[in-house]
Structures are given as structure tokens and as C-alpha cells.
């Protein structure tokens, strides 16, 4: 029997047995063997669900994308209660982080997605899943319309509407280009996988038409500046990988124009990373500095043409234009058409952004849910209900707080207000009734309304906006609407969220909190900055190695896992592949 046939016939094998964890031996004559244990299986429970009369009753949930928040709710929401359907006009989940990676091949384009098939099939019971984009949402009729992005060769209707019960938005956001002239026409974007790929393509062909005969110094110069509009952590990273595809692979492959090679970054802040601890920022611009990398920051983007840039320099109110041979533009995100037609239906039409409140339920809309970088949470402020807040501690009705009625609600004043957690540790108080005392730090024993609402004046200020990274918001949030999904027949019935200060009785769940796991930047070089819980900041190589064993444990399955760590193993060894697939 041959090797071939060996490994045809295993692979039947262990298809017959979807169930079973997937033992896979790859033997080699020269290098031994290697085993790799992959549990194929491992969100599926061993009893399995018997299909009734009673399923046509489930309350038909409707998901739109398959992105980080999408993909971490139907991880986890029970299908047995539910009717899911899930709309994205892509059938795969892409691990986001690693996109600069593969700009320059140390990762492949396929070792970071996962078919959302393979993800559905793994749950107990049944997942509709629907390759189209959601065009339209209804929110007077609870239906959606929704358009295939197949090729027009094809037979069969290319629109149709879907009812449903509860409507689930996670589709992400768009690249913002703030209107700029050009930019869509001549830069390069880096938001889908698709967008890496041809990333990849485009800097192969920069070298290639660098070396073709005939050209001269300057020409070979501007085909090989590499602009980077933006000095955020995706900006940052891809200069990074650059730099290192550069200066570890393609020197060696176009030797006569390896002193040629430019790479600018742009920022029209005054420092890269300005959401990173100010440490972390300036550390990369240095490192940045010594690389080689050139970085203007205080600089806006006003026109992009085919050949040049131009921009604005701030300090100087000057206007002037740089040569480049591909600019990749990373500047934040705006809403997509669809959500911004339905904020106008629901009166959020003066906003940037979808509103939702702290169980990311869409404000102004019944059964409505958005996460992700579509929506943001509008936290409730706390001098809103202040007046009912004294009113429900004071319990004698005596027109005075006392420390222990106070004391009777902090616990649902903590939660239902987290920016008064945030002002106790700014203001290094240990505790909240501390902030009862007088303006000389002195106890009281009790406070009257007054007093009450200048203790707490200050408190609204400490409001924070989640930050914007998607493995780590959105995907809390899905885990979280899962969970709220879960338990909601057993919440309606013993309510277990925090009191409620407006009306009687408690809310159904706790409100979303979030928790900050910390954030890496990686700079090249094999060195990464991490910002991690706790104000501990990383720098160095140790931290590039953590970095690899957080972003491979992130992996959305052990098949991705395997495949992005013998990437990375390839790498090293043979170095990056620079042909252009």
C-alpha cells in the first residue's frame, strides 16, 4: 500500500466518525514522527437532541455576520431553544490580528479562517447558515432582506427576507476614508482577508517592477516607498512586517535595489500608538527610528492620486506631496450603509454609531441587539437617577441618607453605574462612602439630597468609551447575549440583574461588563509591547513570545492552531515566501 493510499484511506476512516477526537500522524523517513491531538468536538455535549413538534414553537433568532462577536455568540447560545440563523456574506471567521502577517506571508491566508460550517456543525442541534449580505433591516415587520453575492450565472432569486424574533447585529464596521479624494481609488485597505491578500500581491509586484531594465534610480525609488496613513496598532504592525519581510527575505532576492527601499508611516497625531501607554508609544517611535522607519506624525491626508500623496502639516500649515508606489490606508472605521439606514428608522440617525444600552439591547427598538464595532453601549449616566437613587435608600422617608442606607444599595449602585468604580480609584478612595464625607474629609453620619448630589457630581466624568479591539469587546459581548439568551426563561421569573432605581424590582441580567485582558503591539524585530492588566507594561522579546502563545490559544480551533504555529515554525527555518499567489 502506498503512503497515498494510506493516508486517502485514514481520512475516510476518521470522517465516518465525527464525534471522535482526530488523532493525526504525519511520519516522515527523514524527521521521525509527529503527532498532533486535535478535539474536533469539543462543544458538543454527549446527549443529543431529539427533533419535535414543539421545535416549530422556538423563537426564530437571527445573527447578521460571522465576525468576532457573531461567531462567540453561537459558540455558546443554546440551540435547543432557539431557532438560529446566521447571515454573513462570507462563510468563514477571520482571526483579524494576524492580518498584517499575512501581508508579507510569515502566516498564510488559510491558516487564520475557520468555515463557519465546520463551527455550526460542532453545536447540538441545528444552525441555518446563509452566505449573503443582509441589505435591509425592517424593524416595524421584524424581517430582514437580503441579497446573494454569488455570481449573476447562477439560477434562483438572488434576494429574500428572513422574519425573525430576535435580531442579532454583528456586522462589524467599514473602512472610514472621511471623504478624502482618491483613497478608494489608490490605496490599499487591510480590514478582510482578502485585503492582506492582495496586499501581498501588489508589494511582490513593487519589486519586481523596481528591477525590470530601463528604469532609473529615482523610479526604482518610488516604486519601492511603502506608505502606511495611519499610526494605529494596524498601521504600526504591517510597518512592522514589512520591514522584516524586507529586510530578512527580499534583500536577498533583489539585491541591486536593496538600499531603495522606503517605509513611511503618517499619523495625524503627534505620536504613533496614542491609545498604548505613552511608554509603549514611545518606544516604537524610537525603535521605529533606528530601523529606518520614518514616521510624520501631525500630518493629514488630503488627496491620494495614483502616483502621489499629498498632505498637510499642521504645525507648519503647509501643503506638500510625496511619490509612493503603494499606500495602505489604516485610519478607523465607520458604519456600514445597512446600520446606518436602520438608525434612521429608529431615530439614530444623528449618530456615528449604533446605540445600545448595557445588555446591548438597541435603544429604541424591541428585540434588537447589536455588538461589535457596529455599536457602542450608552452608558446610563448616575445624575439621570440621582433623585431616585436617594429616594430608594432612604428607606424611612426621612429626607436624610445615613452611612447604612447607603450602604443597602452600593452593591446596585456598583454595578448598574461602573463609572463609580472608576472615580473611587481615581480619587484612591477605599471605599464608596468615603464619598459621603464633607469637603474636609470628615465623616458624616448623614447626608441630605443636596449633599447626595454633589457627593456624586464629579462621578459621571470617569465615563469610558470600550475600547475598539475586536478579539477582546465584541467577543466578550457575544459570549455575554449568549449567555443572557441561556437564561432568559429562568431571568424572567427570578430576575437577576441590579436594582431598579426607576420602578420596581430588579433587572432581568446583570449589564455587560467588560474586562480588559490587555493589548499587544508588535514592532518587529522580533520584539512586542504589551500593555497588560494592572498599568504593567511589556517590551522586549520575551514579550514577542507570549505574544505567540496568546494569539495561538486564541485560535478559533485546533486545526487553525496547528496550522498558524507551523507557519510561524516554517518561518523560521525557510524564511517567507515571496511568490506571488
Known sequence: MTILSFFSRASRSFNGYPACSKLLVLCTLSSGGLVAYSESQTDVSNTSVEINAKDCKKRRVVVLGTGWAGISFLKDVDVSAYDVQVISPRNYFAFTPLLPSVTCGTVEARSIVEPVRNIIKKRNGEIKFFEAECIKIDAANKKILCRSTFDNNLVGNEEFSLEYDYLVIAVGAQVNTFNTPGVVENCHFLKE????????????????????????????????????????????????????????????????????????????GDHILNMFDERISSFAEQKFSRDGIEVQTGCRVISVSDKEITMKLKSKEEICSIPHGLVVWSTGVETRPVVKDFMGQIGQGSRRVLATDEWLRVKGCADVYALGDCATINQRKVMEDIAAIFKAADKDNSGALTVKEFQDVVDDILERYPQVEHYLKSKHLSDVTDLLKDPEGNARDEVDIGGFKLALSHVDSQMKNLPATAQQVAAQQGAYLSKCFNHRQQCEDNPEGPRRFKGSGRHQFHPFRYKHLGQFAPLGGEQTAAELPGDWVSIGHSTQWLWYSVYASKQVSWRTRVLVVSDWTRRFIFGRDSSRI
Open 193 to 268: 482577508v482578502e485585503d492582506a491578500q492582495k496586499i501581498r500581491r501588489s508589494v511582490i509586484d513593487c519589486f519586481e517592477k523596481a528591477v525590470l531594465p530601463g528604469l532609473s534610480e529615482e523610479e526604482q525609488r518610488i516604486n519601492l516607498h511603502f506608505v502606511i496613513v495611519g499610526g494605529g496598532p494596524t498601521g504600526v504592525e504591517f510597518a512592522a512586517e514589512l520591514h522584516d519581510y524586507v529586510q530578512e527575505d527580499l534583500v536577498n532576492l533583489y539585491p541591486t535595489v536593496k538600499d531603495l527601499v522606503k517605509i513611511t508611516v503618517i499619523q495625524s
